[in-house]
């Protein structure tokens, strides 16, 4: 396509998903039946009914990923939510309304992102902003905003003083937020009346003192303005510089790799941040630089991170195009929720559920980063996982989602050809080339101590009696033994 029409097909901006439905729970009195529970009350005490909303949320999650096509927009939404994330909600109605934020802002405003997250409901439970008012502080999210969220810390310089803010501003900041609160309560009754998650602003709960910020925010004071104070407070902390660089670094370390060098602070990094100031903290355009860039494209950047869960689980369904077309809504939401249940949270990245607020360790964790991936726990769950969907595939309510091996192979330019059809899946599977001992090795598989015209011979009968079973399992067998070999390869971990 070149690299204009390809980043366009990236960077388009979806339409906005249908919501999540009820796709088979009986129990629902407010949600027949394949309608939407976004909007509807909880019915508490109910066996099922806080399960079957979160199953089908996470399954919606996970088939939006899989039916997008080429987008980098999912990708998006789940580096947001490793960057603002929320966890232990109990109520999937909070989780969706967080997640539409995210969807919404994917490619949008890092500033406005950051004051539409700072009073969502979701964010408002998960760091006690609701609790958080002028007669009992809380200071845990003034504390993230700062730490985790926008500036970063920077190196300690003196006491309670780090390089981009003091603790007096953490306590300053609290104050700011005060008086900000979610409209459902903690309690069954009230949670049976009340549909629509929202926040609000309660002027009784807020502290309508001024508030003194340190000398790293230029002494500014900040008197009462209540609703609007919390945004007044965003844009001073995002008009220091410094956040544009904080978050193109993380934005670096989703994209590239998280050894970022002098060199690369300098030459990726700070240019790129004079983007995202230059545009008013539009991530996209910070973003397309980055992804057109020759530092994007040197041989050394390329496939050196391990594939996240999300990225190496959806990636197989997305790769080899697997067929949903028989399926209904609700046997695609069965089969993605076995793929959430039995691989997804067995290789320890449970998509809205991420095991702190600075995220998946992956992401920050010194000195091993990406390699947190891969376990001796894990790693055997991500080979069941390609194995299965070579072999058995997963099943649910007469459905099968399998890779389709004589339709991928069919999609080949030359696949009649061994080395050539060994050379076109190296390029689809992995994002390096490989040794030639390595193409001869997976030759040997193909081919077990056969001549290479016995494959052109076999693939050929194939393909001129598509309908004789005996063929048609002879080559499917091969195809599986050799994408089995490929699968299990370090490169097949790596992007």
């Not at 947001?80 to 539409?100: C, E, I, M």
């Not at 041989?299 to 949903?324: A, E, S």
């Not at 890779?403 to 899946?425: G, M, S, W």
């Not at 992995?430 to 290479?452: A, E, M, S, V």
Request: charged letters at 20%.
């Amino acid at each position: 396509m070149g690299l204009d029409a390809a980043m366009e097909l990236l960077l388009t901006e979806p339409a906005v998903p249908d919501h999540p439905v009820n796709p088979n729970f009986t129990d629902d009195p407010n949600t027949p039946i394949g309608t939407t529970w976004v909007d509807k009350a909880v019915t508490p005490n109910v066996v099922g009914f806080s399960a079957y909303r979160d199953q089908s949320l996470r399954s919606w999650t996970l088939n939006l990923i899989r039916s997008e096509g080429v987008s980098i927009h999912e990708k998006m939404v789940l580096f947001w939510h490793n960057h603002f994330p929320t966890a232990d909600l109990n109520d999937a109605r909070y989780v969706y309304k967080y997640a539409s934020l995210l969807r919404q802002f994917a490619l949008g405003n890092f500033r406005d992102m950051t004051k539409a997250m700072t009073i969502e409901p979701a964010m408002l439970r998960y760091l006690n902003g609701r609790d958080n008012t002028a007669a009992s502080p809380n200071e845990n999210y003034a504390r993230e905003l700062l730490e985790l969220f926008t500036i970063g810390k920077g190196p300690l310089v003196g006491p309670n003083d780090y390089t981009n803010y003091t603790e007096q501003d953490v306590v300053e900041m609290a104050k700011v937020l005060t008086g900000w609160v979610d409209n459902i309560l903690n309690t069954p009754s009230n949670q049976t009346v009340i549909q629509s998650i929202n926040s609000f602003f309660a002027p009784n709960r807020h502290n309508t003192t001024t508030k003194q910020l340190s000398y790293r925010f230029n002494d500014i004071q900040i008197s009462d303005m209540g609703n609007l104070e919390y945004a007044h407070l965003i844009d001073i902390i995002f008009s220091k510089d410094e956040c544009a660089k904080f978050i193109c670094r993380k934005i670096y370390l989703w994209f590239v790799y998280y050894d970022i060098t002098q060199q690369v602070e300098d030459e990726v990094i700070a240019p790129m941040a004079q983007i995202l100031v230059d545009n008013d903290y539009e991530i996209q355009p910070a973003l397309e630089a980055l992804l057109r860039s020759e530092h994007f494209f040197d041989i050394l950047n390329v496939g050196p991170m391990i594939k996240n869960p999300v990225d190496f689980t959806m990636g197989v369904f997305k790769t080899f195009d697997i067929d949903f077309s028989n399926a209904n809504l609700e046997q695609q939401y069965r089969v993605l929720w076995q793929t959430f249940r039995t691989t997804l949270s067995t290789m320890q990245m449970p998509y809205y559920d991420p095991p702190s607020v600075a995220g998946w360790k992956a992401y920050y964790q010194e000195p091993v980063f990406y390699r947190t991936w891969i376990s001796a726990v894990t790693l055997p769950v991500r080979q069941l996982y390609t194995t299965r969907m070579l072999n058995q595939g997963i099943s649910s309510s007469g459905f099968t989602a399998r890779i389709d091996v004589l339709k991928l192979v069919a999609t080949l330019d030359t696949p009649e050809i061994a080395d050539d059809l060994i050379n076109e899946l190296v390029k689809i599977l992995f994002p390096q080339p490989i040794t030639q001992f390595q193409h001869d090795f997976l030759k040997g598989i193909l081919l077990p101590g056969l001549p290479d015209y016995e494959w052109n011979i076999e693939y050929g009968d194939y393909v001129n009696n598509p309908n004789d079973v005996n063929l048609a399992n002879a080559v499917k067998s091969k195809l599986t033994n050799l994408l089995s070999a490929m699968m299990s390869m370090p490169e097949f971990y790596l992007s």
